[in-house]
C-alpha cells in the first residue's frame, strides 16, 4: 500500500493532473465528503487529508510514504528525514513582506531601529531580517496575517503572496519579495528504499507531467 498526504484547497486540486498523468483517480471529493482516507482507482494507493504544515510530518515519520507540501511548509519544517525528489510547479506563489501603506518600510530599515514582524514563517523571517543586518521583533501568528498591522500589533508582515488581491483589500502594500514558493514532491527515506517499485513509477510519471 502506498499512502499519499495531501491538503485540502489548492495543493489537493493541483495534485489531482499529476496524479491522472500516473494513472491514478481519487474516488472522492474531499470538499464533498468528511472522509480524511480516500481511496483511488488503485488498490494499492489512497490520500490521507492532512493540514498543509503537517504533510512533512506525516511523511517524516512514514504514516505517509509521500506527500505534497510548499517550499514555506518545507522550510519552517527543515526537511528532516525527507527526499524531496521533485519540484511540482504548482500552488505558486511568492513569500513576501508588507506594510501598511502608510508605513515608510525604507526608512524603518535604514534607522537600524527594531522592527516588529509578524508572521506564522518565523524562521525564514529571521534569516532574512539577519540577511539584512535589521534587528527584528518576531511575532508568530497561525492565520489572518494582514490583521497585524492595522491593529498595531506589528510594523510589518512576512506572508505569502499571489495576486496581491488581499493586500490591497487591507491597505497594505508588498515591500520586498523574499523568494518564489512552490509545492515539492515529499517521499520518506525508508519508504524510497523499500517500496521503490512502487514509488518510482510514480515519481517518474509526475516528473513528465510536469515538464509537459
Ligand atoms: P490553513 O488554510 O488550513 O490554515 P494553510 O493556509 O497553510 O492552512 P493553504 O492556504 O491551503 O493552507 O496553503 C497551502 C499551501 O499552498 C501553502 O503552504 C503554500 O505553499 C501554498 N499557498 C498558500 N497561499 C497561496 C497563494 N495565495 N497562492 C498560491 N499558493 C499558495
Ligand atoms: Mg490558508
Known amino acids: 500500500?502506498?499512502?499519499?498526504?495531501l491538503s485540502k484547497g489548492r495543493i489537493f486540486e493541483e495534485t489531482l493532473p499529476l496524479l491522472a498523468a500516473a494513472?491514478?483517480?481519487v474516488a472522492e471529493d474531499p470538499e464533498k465528503s468528511r472522509k480524511l482516507i480516500?481511496?483511488?482507482?488503485?488498490?494499492?494507493?489512497?490520500v490521507v487529508l492532512v493540514r498543509a504544515t503537517?504533510?512533512?510530518?506525516?511523511?517524516?515519520?512514514?504514516?505517509?510514504?509521500?506527500?505534497?507540501?510548499?517550499?514555506?511548509?518545507?522550510?519552517?519544517?527543515?526537511?528532516?528525514g525527507l527526499y524531496q525528489p521533485l519540484d511540482l510547479?504548482?500552488?505558486r506563489c511568492r513569500m513576501s513582506v508588507a506594510v501598511r501603506d502608510d508605513f515608510d518600510y525604507a526608512a524603518a530599515v535604514r534607522q537600524g531601529s527594531r522592527i516588529r514582524v509578524a508572521t506564522k514563517?518565523?524562521?525564514?523571517?529571521?534569516?532574512?531580517?539577519?540577511?539584512?543586518?535589521?534587528?527584528?521583533?518576531?511575532?508568530?501568528?497561525?492565520g489572518s496575517m494582514e490583521l497585524a498591522?492595522?491593529?498595531?500589533?506589528?510594523?510589518?508582515?512576512?506572508?505569502?503572496?499571489?495576486?496581491?488581491?488581499?493586500?490591497?483589500?487591507n491597505h497594505l502594500v508588498?515591500?520586498?519579495?523574499?523568494?518564489?514558493?512552490?509545492?515539492?514532491?515529499?517521499?520518506?527515506?525508508?519508504?524510497?528504499?523499500?517500496?521503490r517499485d512502487m514509488l518510482r513509477p510514480l515519481i517518474d510519471a509526475f516528473a513528465g507531467a510536469v515538464r509537459a
Open 1 to 5: 500500500m502506498l499512502t499519499l498526504a
Open 23 to 25: 494513472g491514478i483517480e
Open 38 to 46: 480516500l481511496a483511488t482507482n488503485r488498490p494499492d494507493v489512497r
Open 54 to 80: 503537517d504533510v512533512p510530518t506525516y511523511v517524516q515519520y512514514g504514516a505517509a510514504d509521500l506527500g505534497v507540501a510548499g517550499k514555506d511548509v518545507l522550510l519552517e519544517h527543515g526537511g528532516e
Open 89 to 91: 510547479q504548482i500552488a
Open 121 to 142: 514563517y518565523t524562521s525564514v523571517a529571521r534569516q532574512h531580517f539577519a540577511d539584512k543586518g535589521v534587528h527584528v521583533d518576531l511575532i508568530k501568528l497561525y
Open 149 to 169: 498591522p492595522l491593529t498595531g500589533l506589528a510594523d510589518a508582515i512576512v506572508d505569502l503572496v499571489s495576486t496581491g488581491s488581499t493586500l490591497k483589500a
Open 174 to 195: 508588498e515591500v520586498e519579495r523574499i523568494m518564489d514558493i512552490s509545492s515539492r514532491l515529499v517521499v520518506n527515506q525508508a519508504a524510497l528504499k523499500l517500496k
